[in-house]
């Protein structure tokens, strides 16, 4: 009986495609892929001559019947344009029809942008849920995000460089300053992965390029960080290193989650203090 072999492929360095689909796709009668360029690439480094036909975005659903017709004769690989068919790109739809004309479906796993993203994001890993590519349009944007304003697990999005900025900041307005890993260009030349909050992503991607992978921090369960003694202990034991202000304050909201401007105003106030002491100190003596 002939198989629909849904096949992942490298998400941007060739060497991540994996030996059995490499095996798949040499074998099969035909390769419906998304971007039969990208894909004509991967096929000529590898050396396999399998035939090719396009399948995406605007003729997923012309080709259906075409891709359905040839599986009767033999086997067909889906591919997209990278990453694993189905997720975000073509797919969906090609494999409905097969499971319903009973055609038996086989996954071929390898490289996928929201696993390798996540997985070295330094968020949590546990739970997170996957929203795709955002809206194009503010509005429906805005109304995305806010979907999923309280998830408390660890959020990835897709995105695209000229809308990097635009979602960057409705992130911010929608989400708040949360952790946020921006991965770039995954696996290619040019990889980048940038880690801190949303106000500083927007402030270091000043021209963004290329392919983004956004994993954002879930709603925080945990309490507000409270200014305790111990923390004024840490600051003044900062300033007694001989730390200035602003090395002081950045160091303990790191440790502490604390705002800076609160601990800024709590540097000002005790300064006062400690100065009279050591004032007092020197007179004694």
């Known amino acids: 009986m002939p ?11 060739l060497e991540d495609i994996s030996l059995r689909a490499l095996r798949v796709l040499r074998e099969v009668k035909l390769i419906a892929a998304e971007d039969t360029r990208k894909t004509r690439r991967l096929l000529t480094a590898y050396e396999i001559k399998t035939h090719m036909t396009s399948y995406f975005e605007h003729n997923k659903l012309t080709k259906l019947d075409y891709i359905i017709d040839q599986l009767k004769e033999g086997d067909v690989a889906l591919v997209s344009e990278a990453g694993m068919p189905g997720i975000s790109d073509p797919g969906y739809e090609l494999i409905a029809a097969a499971s319903k004309q009973n055609i038996q479906i086989v996954p071929i796993p390898g490289a996928s942008a929201i696993t390798t993203a996540l997985a ?17 349009k503010a509005v429906a944007r805005r109304r995305a995000l806010e979907a999923v304003k309280d998830e408390t697990g660890t959020i990835i999005a897709l995105e695209a460089p000229h809308r990097l900025t635009a979602t960057l900041e409705d992130i911010l307005k929608i989400l708040g300053d949360r952790r946020i890993a921006v991965c770039r260009e995954l696996t290619k030349f040019h990889e980048e992965i940038y880690r ?5 992503a927007i402030k270091h991607f000043s021209a963004p390029r290329g392919e983004f992978t956004l994993v954002i921090e879930g709603k925080g369960t945990k309490e507000k960080p409270q200014l305790t003694d111990e ?3 840490q600051l003044h034991q900062m300033y007694l290193a001989g730390a200035s202000a602003k090395e002081a304050v950045s160091a303990v909201a790191g440790e502490t989650g604390l705002k800076k401007k609160e601990l800024y105003q709590t540097w000002l106030r005790l300064d006062k203090v400690w100065e009279r002491n050591r004032q007092n100190t020197r007179r004694i003596r």
């Open 3 to 13: 198989i629909l072999y849904v096949v992942a492929t490298p998400i941007g360095n």
């Open 120 to 136: 070295v994001s330094g968020l949590p890993t546990d739970r997170f849920t996957f929203i795709g590519f955002l809206p194009n």
């Open 196 to 200: 801190g909050t949303v106000a500083e």
């Open 231 to 233: 923390v004024e202990r």
